[in-house]
C-alpha cells in the first residue's frame, strides 16, 4: 500500500467515525444526535484533506487494472443468455400482470421494475459494471428481429448531432419524473404502460437508427454505462474488449472479471456534452429524491403550490429549475476551471463531467440500497405468494447502515477528487496550472459533500415512490 493509500486510508475511516452516529435519509425521522457541524466537518475534511494530498502529486494515481478470475466463454455464454431469458421474461410478465392483475402497490409490476430493475441493477451496475446490453428488453427483441432477416435491422445512419442527448432527456423524464415525481411507481397499470411505452419507443428508434440508437438514446444503457465507470470490478471478454457492456461484441474469449480501480474510468473523457449533462442530471436527481423529503422541501413545495398557485406542477417546476441550476453551477465551475488552468472549456466539460460519476454513484448507493434489500424481499413474497418472515436489514444496528451510507457518500467524494486531479493534469498540463484549474472543482465537491449529508442529516417527512 502506497504512502497516499494508507493516508487517505486513515482519513476515510477517521471521518466515519465521527460521522457514523448521524441519522441517515429513509431510516428515520428522528434529529440527529451529533451536531451537524460536526458531520459536515469530519466528511467534508476527508475531502479536503484528500484535495491537498493530492494537489502535491506530479504524476496521476495508481490504478489497479487485474485479472481476478477468468470464466469460460461457453459457461460466460450460457449464463449470459439465461440472464437475457429470464429478464425478458419479468419485463413481458410485468406488463402482463400491470394491465389485468390487481392494483395495488406492492404487485408484482412495482416491486419488479421500479427497485429491482432499475435500483437493483444500479447496483449491480456500480460494482461490476454495466449488464444492460445483455439484459435490455428491446435489445432481446432486436436481436430476434435481426435473426429473422438476416442483418441488424436500419433504415437511417443516426445522426450524430444528437450524440447522448436523448438518453440525457429520457433520463430525466423516465427517473426525474416518472419515478420520483409522479404516481407511476404505485400503480402495477401506470407502471406497465410506462415500460411498455418506453420498449416502444427504443424498439422503433433502433429499427430506424440500428444499434446505435440503444446506445445514444436509452437512458438506462447510457446511465448504467456511466454508473458502471465507478465500479470496482468489471467484466471483460476477449482480447482489447472493456466492460461488460462490450460483452455483446464479437470476441470470442473467456470472460474475465478485473480489479479496476473506480478513478480510473471517472478521469476518462465523457464522449459528448450529452453525457456531461446526464452526469450532473445523475448527481442531481438522487440529491433532489432525499431533498423531497425534508421540512424545508416541503415548505418550499406547499408555498409554491398554495401561495404562487402552482398546485400540483410546483414539484414538477421546482424539480426542473433546480436541475438547471446544478447544470448552471457546473457550466461556471468548469469555465473558470477553464479560465485559471489556462485550458479548453469543451474539453474540460467532458473531462471533470466523468469525475462527478463516483459521487453520483455513492450517494445514489447510499440513499436506496436498504431500499433495493427490502424490495428484494417483497419481490420474492409476490412472486412465491408466501410470507419473509425475517429480513437482513432487522438484524442489523441503525448505527451500521447509517455508519455505511456514510462511508459510501465519503468514499465516492474522495474518489471524485482523485478523478478530478488526474483529468487536471491530462486537460492543463503543468503542476501548477493542475492545482489552479483543480481548486474550483474541488471547492464544487465540497458543497457537493455537505449537501448530500446535509440531507441524509435531516429528519424525514415523506416517502417518495
Not at 484535495?51 to 487494472?65: E, K, N, Q, Y
Not at 468489471?234 to 470476441?251: C, K, M, T
Not at 469525475?355 to 440500497?369: F, Q, R, W
Not at 434489500?373 to 436489514?393: G, H, K, M, N
Amino acid at each position: 500500500m502506497s504512502r497516499l493509500s494508507r493516508l487517505l486510508t486513515v482519513v476515510l475511516l477517521g471521518s466515519v467515525a465521527l460521522a457514523t452516529p448521524a441519522s441517515a435519509h429513509g431510516n428515520t425521522s428522528a434529529a440527529p444526535p451529533i451536531p451537524a457541524w460536526l458531520l459536515f466537518l469530519s466528511a467534508g475534511g476527508a475531502v479536503a484533506v484528500t484535495a491537498v494530498v493530492v494537489s502535491r502529486m506530479d504524476a496521476v494515481p495508481t490504478a489497479v487494472d487485474d485479472v481476478l478470475v477468468s470464466v469460460p466463454a461457453r459457461a460466460g455464454e450460457a449464463v449470459r443468455w439465461v440472464a437475457r431469458t429470464v429478464f425478458l421474461v419479468g419485463f413481458l410478465a410485468a406488463i402482463y400482470t400491470g394491465l389485468t392483475g390487481p392494483q395495488t402497490p406492492k404487485e408484482f409490476a412495482t416491486v419488479f421494475v421500479w427497485p429491482v430493475w432499475f435500483k437493483g441493477l444500479l447496483v449491480v451496475s456500480a460494482v461490476v459494471g454495466s449488464p444492460w446490453r445483455s439484459l435490455s428488453p428491446w435489445e432481446t427483441l432486436y436481436d430476434l428481429l435481426a435473426r429473422l432477416e438476416g442483418e441488424d435491422p436500419s433504415l437511417l445512419a443516426y445522426p450524430a448531432g444528437l450524440g447522448t442527448w436523448p438518453a440525457a432527456f429520457g433520463f430525466l423524464v423516465l427517473i426525474g419524473f416518472a419515478e420520483n415525481l409522479s404516481a407511476v411507481p404505485t400503480s402495477p397499470r401506470l407502471t406497465a404502460v410506462t415500460i411498455a411505452l418506453y420498449a416502444t419507443v427504443m424498439l422503433v428508434g433502433g429499427v430506424v437508427w440500428g444499434r446505435d440508437w440503444f446506445a445514444n438514446a436509452d437512458p438506462l444503457a447510457a446511465f448504467y454505462r456511466l454508473v458502471g465507470r465507478v465500479a470496482p470490478l468489471s467484466i471483460r471478454r476477449g482480447e482489447g474488449a472493456s466492460g461488460a457492456d462490450e460483452a455483446d461484441g464479437a470476441d470470442t474469449g473467456d470472460f474475465q472479471i478485473v480489479q479496476t480501480s473506480p478513478w480510473k474510468a471517472c478521469s476518462e473523457a465523457l464522449p459528448d456534452r450529452g453525457a456531461a449533462a446526464l452526469a450532473v442530471a445523475a448527481v442531481y436527481t438522487v440529491s433532489f429524491d432525499g431533498l423531497e423529503a425534508t421540512p424545508e422541501y416541503q415548505g418550499l413545495n406547499v408555498w409554491a403550490a398554495e401561495t404562487v398557485g402552482l398546485g400540483v406542477y410546483a414539484s414538477l417546476l421546482l424539480y426542473v429549475v433546480g436541475f438547471f441550476a446544478f447544470l448552471g453551477v457546473f457550466w461556471l465551475v468548469v469555465r473558470l476551471a477553464a479560465a485559471l488552468g489556462e485550458g479548453d472549456v469543451r474539453r474540460a466539460t467532458l473531462a471533470f463531467g466523468a469525475t462527478l460519476l463516483p459521487i453520483a454513484v455513492g450517494y445514489d448507493l447510499a440513499h436506496n440500497y436498504p431500499y433495493v434489500l427490502r424490495s428484494l424481499l417483497a419481490f420474492v413474497e409476490v412472486t412465491t405468494q408466501q410470507p419473509v418472515v425475517a429480513t437482513p436489514l432487522a438484524i442489523v444496528p441503525p448505527q451500521a447502515i447509517w455508519g455505511t451510507e456514510v462511508l459510501l457518500v465519503v468514499v465516492g467524494h474522495v474518489a471524485a477528487v482523485l478523478a478530478a486531479h488526474t483529468v487536471s493534469l491530462r486537460v492543463f498540463g503543468s503542476l501548477d496550472l493542475a492545482r489552479r484549474g483543480h481548486a474550483p472543482v474541488v471547492v464544487l465537491m465540497l458543497g457537493y459533500t455537505v449537501l448530500s449529508l446535509w440531507v441524509f442529516s435531516r429528519p424525514v417527512v415523506s416517502t417518495v415512490g
